[in-house]
């Protein structure tokens, strides 16, 4: 089935570590998101990517990083730099033209202490 | 600046009556809208989308949304609510020259009382 898959599911770091986070997708699709959700403040853009090799900052770029090396895979890694980085974090994919309607991973909660 | 609100925070219904949530945008382009439904814990899965065409939209599990382009509004209907629609509903637009990036409510927490 196609889909995309994020893991782990739940992940625990201590301060001052970086953690990267895992997206792959096999819809064959150009474009894949990183957003960060916490509660009542809905979806914010982390970083976007149209194509291979290519990326852009969202809203909330500090302290994130990401790499885009295969279609199919778009790792984010959140630094120490990041001051609150304990969220829900979700991947999506989609198509790169219109209508950019976007699919999404299960997530994965990241708890730094 | 392009924006979407969910006015509703929180809405509690019973088992068996109507619902509608509702979903304003602020966008200067031609709006491509969404709804998304999200259980705790879980990603987020498409409900429904309109782009083009007629206005009343169906989607999956039973939900419609009309697009009313004079009100601004995409709002998310079902005749009959069940049990297992309680969650969590997120209404995003996107437009032509977005590069693909929607903007995302602040969803509506529906909650179904037996």
């Known amino acids: 089935d196609g889909g995309i898959t994020q893991s782990p599911k739940y992940l625990f770091r201590k301060e001052g570590q970086n953690v990267t986070l895992s997206c792959e997708q096999n819809?064959?699709?150009?474009?894949m998101y990183w957003y960060r959700q916490d509660p009542g403040q809905g979806l914010r853009l982390i970083y976007y990517?149209?194509?291979?090799?290519?990326?852009q900052k969202g809203d909330i770029a500090e302290g994130y990083s990401v790499s885009r090396e295969k279609k199919e895979s778009f790792p984010l890694t959140v630094t120490s730099a990041q001051k609150n980085p304990t969220a829900f974090y979700l991947c999506?994919?989609?198509?790169?033209?219109?209508?950019?309607?976007?699919?999404f991973g299960p997530g994965t909660r990241l708890t730094v202490t | 600046a392009q924006s979407v609100t969910q006015p509703d925070i929180h809405i509690t219904v019973s088992e068996g009556a109507s619902l509608e949530l509702r979903c304003n945008y602020s966008?200067?382009?031609?709006?491509?809208l969404f709804w998304y439904v999200q259980s705790p814990g879980q990603g987020l899965q498409l409900l429904l989308k309109?782009?083009?065409?007629?206005?009343l939209v169906q989607g999956i599990k039973g939900f419609e949304a009309e697009f009313k382009r004079s009100q601004s509004s995409f709002n998310l209907r079902k005749p009959s609510v069940h049990w297992s629609d309680a969650a969590e509903y997120f209404c995003?637009?996107?437009?032509?020259?977005?590069?693909?990036?929607?903007?995302f409510g602040k969803g509506t927490k529906l909650s179904v009382k037996p």
């Open positions: 999506a994919s989609s198509t790169a033209g219109l209508p950019y309607e976007q699919y």
């Open positions: 819809l064959n699709h150009d474009a």
């Open positions: 990517s149209q194509i291979v090799n290519d990326f």
């Open positions: 966008y200067g382009a031609t709006p491509y």
């Open positions: 309109y782009f083009s065409g007629d206005t």
């Open positions: 995003a637009v996107g437009a032509e020259g977005s590069q693909g990036n929607l903007i």
